[in-house]
């Protein structure tokens, strides 16, 4: 079996909820050895209730676990220990947490001048940086709440996406900073943000304003690019699809398919945007046509003329989704009561393979007798 990519990379981590274990997450599933420090009793994210429950399972596999007590004198050698043996150091406490108990990147780089401190907080440097931040926070006054709720009713997005992306973001400054390390042998700081990754995730709207002089209304009020572009019911309203129609050739077979012969004949609707400004005309002959067939039959003519189209799924209807299942799309870990749950793997492919599972979920336990040589 060939190595991981990441393979004889040993990363330390000091994490908890998701934006930081989810950076230590994507660097185990790519074959890093994962160690993470937790407080003596285990990490608290490990007890959350309701949408909080899954993010221990989700965001901790691929790792081995010690808990430490940072403030004892023992404990806080074993950790240094760990980290001057390690290439990478993730951390997402609040700012000068760690600094404070002698673990910040100014003491540890004396010892590991090759590490890669990387620290995952709220706000990268400048005003707002010892400001304590959430997922939630940063979609608020980044501009992604407002986008996405109706108007007057901002709504964060339906997952973790900030903490996530701004994983995401950590893991690209880490690798950048290893291939760096190859040529100059020194480590270096990596500092991944909420804010500032809701700010990049917003900048297709800033550019928007910067385009058109008007500010992007929210999504759900926003004049669509196209005019079939939305959400339809079908015959049993508990079976909604998503149809886009995005360029003029699609508009011809899409009223071929569906038998639209008045608006195929109508040749004020054969360009796009023109279409978009008869939206009011357009849909209400749409939507009459799709509420009376099945979503099935609805599915069969858009997938035989190649349209984009997608049935409105709930989360955990993805574990019958017959693409993820053929494709690797799962990795099967036990929980804490020993059931087994399947969760979704690395959205990547190397070399045509998935990465899959190396290590099952850590257990809480104390540094006596673990060896992570």
């Given at each position: 079996?060939?190595?991981?990519?990441?393979?004889?990379?040993?990363?330390?981590?000091?994490?908890?909820?998701?934006?930081?274990?989810?950076?230590?997450?994507?660097?185990?599933?790519?074959?890093?050895?994962?160690?993470?420090?937790?407080?003596?009793?285990?990490?608290?994210?490990?007890?959350?209730?309701?949408?909080?429950?899954?993010?221990?399972?989700?965001?901790?596999?691929n790792k081995r676990s010690v808990c430490l007590d940072l403030k004892?004198?023992?404990?806080?050698?074993?950790?240094?220990?760990?980290?001057?043996?390690?290439?990478?150091?993730?951390?997402?406490?609040?700012?000068?947490?760690?600094?404070?108990?002698?673990?910040?990147?100014?003491?540890?780089?004396?010892?590991?001048?090759?590490?890669?401190?990387?620290?995952?907080?709220?706000?990268?440097?400048?005003?707002?940086?010892?400001?304590?931040?959430?997922?939630?926070?940063?979609?608020?006054?980044?501009?992604?709440?407002?986008?996405?709720?109706?108007?007057?009713?901002?709504?964060?997005?339906?997952?973790?996406?900030?903490?996530?992306?701004?994983?995401?973001?950590?893991?690209?400054?880490?690798?950048?900073?290893?291939?760096?390390?190859?040529?100059?042998?020194?480590?270096?700081?990596?500092?991944?943000?909420?804010?500032?990754?809701?700010?990049?995730?917003?900048?297709?709207?800033?550019?928007?304003?910067?385009?058109?002089?008007?500010?992007?209304?929210?999504?759900?009020?926003?004049?669509?690019?196209?005019?079939?572009?939305?959400?339809?019911?079908?015959?049993?309203?508990?079976?909604?699809l998503f149809v886009g129609v995005v360029s003029d050739p699609q508009?011809?077979?899409?009223?071929?398919?569906?038998?639209?012969?008045?608006?195929?004949?109508?040749?004020?609707?054969?360009?796009?945007?023109?279409?978009?400004?008869?939206?009011?005309?357009?849909?209400?002959?749409?939507?009459?046509?799709?509420?009376?067939?099945?979503?099935?039959?609805?599915?069969?003519?858009?997938?035989?003329?190649?349209?984009?189209?997608?049935?409105?799924?709930?989360?955990?209807?993805?574990?019958?989704?017959?693409?993820?299942?053929?494709?690797?799309?799962?990795?099967?870990?036990?929980?804490?009561?020993?059931?087994?749950?399947?969760?979704?793997?690395?959205?990547?492919?190397?070399?045509?393979?998935?990465?899959?599972?190396?290590?099952?979920?850590?257990?809480?336990?104390?540094?006596?007798?673990?060896?992570?040589?």
């Amino acid at each position: 079996m060939e190595p991981l990519p990441l393979e004889g990379i040993k990363v330390v981590e000091f994490t908890h909820m998701v934006m930081g274990p989810s950076i230590g997450l994507m660097l185990g599933d790519l074959g890093a050895d994962v160690i993470k420090v937790e407080p003596e009793g285990g990490d608290h994210t490990r007890r959350l209730l309701g949408s909080g429950a899954g993010y221990f399972p989700m965001f901790n596999r691929n790792k081995r676990s010690v808990c430490l007590d940072l403030k004892s004198e023992r404990g806080n050698a074993e950790a240094r220990r760990l980290i001057d043996e390690a290439d990478v150091m993730i951390e997402n406490f609040r700012p000068g947490a760690l600094a404070k108990l002698g673990l910040g990147p100014e003491d540890i780089t004396k010892s590991n001048p090759r590490l890669i401190y990387c620290s995952a907080k709220g706000f990268l440097t400048g005003p707002y940086e010892n400001r304590t931040a959430l997922d939630e926070v940063a979609q608020m006054m980044g501009g992604l709440a407002y986008m996405t709720g109706p108007p007057g009713r901002p709504l964060r997005a339906g997952a973790s996406v900030i903490d996530v992306t701004g994983g995401m973001f950590g893991v690209i400054g880490i690798l950048a900073a290893l291939e760096r390390r190859h040529r100059t042998d020194k480590g270096g700081e990596v500092k991944c943000s909420l804010f500032e990754t809701t700010a990049f995730l917003v900048g297709q709207h800033i550019a928007q304003k910067a385009v058109t002089g008007t500010t992007a209304p929210p999504m759900p009020a926003r004049i669509s690019a196209w005019a079939v572009y939305d959400v339809f019911e079908t015959v049993n309203p508990d079976e909604q699809l998503f149809v886009g129609v995005v360029s003029d050739p699609q508009w011809v077979a899409f009223c071929e398919v569906m038998g639209l012969d008045e608006l195929a004949a109508d040749q004020t609707l054969a360009v796009n945007n023109e279409r978009v400004r008869q939206r009011e005309h357009i849909l209400p002959v749409i939507r009459e046509l799709f509420g009376a067939m099945t979503r099935d039959e609805l599915v069969g003519r858009l997938k035989s003329i190649g349209l984009p189209y997608a049935p409105i799924m709930r989360p955990d209807d993805l574990l019958e989704d017959q693409h993820l299942l053929a494709s690797g799309g799962f990795v099967e870990i036990t929980l804490d009561d020993g059931s087994r749950a399947k969760l979704p793997a690395l959205p990547l492919e190397i070399d045509g393979k998935r990465m899959g599972l190396q290590h099952d979920l850590p257990r809480a336990e104390s540094s006596n007798g673990i060896d992570f040589n």
